[in-house]
């Protein structure tokens, strides 16, 4: 069973920066595509991020490009989410997502249900 730890969130003011990081029990984790999604509340959970197995892919969604940078090191089976500029609109729970179903492949899915598993979420809050 494949086990993600998500840490790093917490209460920021606006225009400040967090690293969310996402931490996975399993040793082949540099085989599994990972991406982070997060869920507001009140709405639906969408995509953020995500990258291939090897790091060389990565997506983003509308609103983050260039604020956030999504890296991965496979020595320390962890992913993780640079977020700069934080906004109010960030204020979420974030969660990340692997499956290794897509190993060699050279683009990260984008859509969660393509991810069979999931962290338990860290909240994100950013006050103006």
């Known amino acids: 069973q494949v086990q993600l730890v998500e840490s790093g969130g917490g209460l920021v003011q606006a225009g400040v920066s967090l690293r969310l990081s996402c931490a996975a029990s399993?040793?082949?984790?540099?085989?599994?595509?990972v991406g982070w999604f997060r869920q507001a509340p009140g709405k639906e959970r969408e995509f953020v991020a995500a990258?291939?197995?090897?790091?060389?892919?990565?997506d983003y969604v509308g609103n983050v490009k260039g604020r956030f940078t999504i890296s991965r090191d496979n020595a320390k089976n962890t992913v993780y989410l640079q977020m700069n500029s934080l906004k109010p609109e960030d204020t979420a729970v974030y969660y990340c997502?692997?499956?290794?179903?897509?190993?060699?492949?050279?683009?990260?899915?984008?859509?969660?249900?393509?991810?069979?598993?999931w962290g338990q979420g860290t909240q994100v809050t950013v006050s103006s």
């Open positions: 997502a692997a499956n290794p179903a897509y190993y060699t492949q050279t683009n990260p899915p984008t859509n969660g249900a393509m991810y069979n598993y």
């Open positions: 990258t291939s197995w090897s790091g060389g892919n990565t």
């Open positions: 399993v040793r082949t984790f540099a085989r599994y595509a």
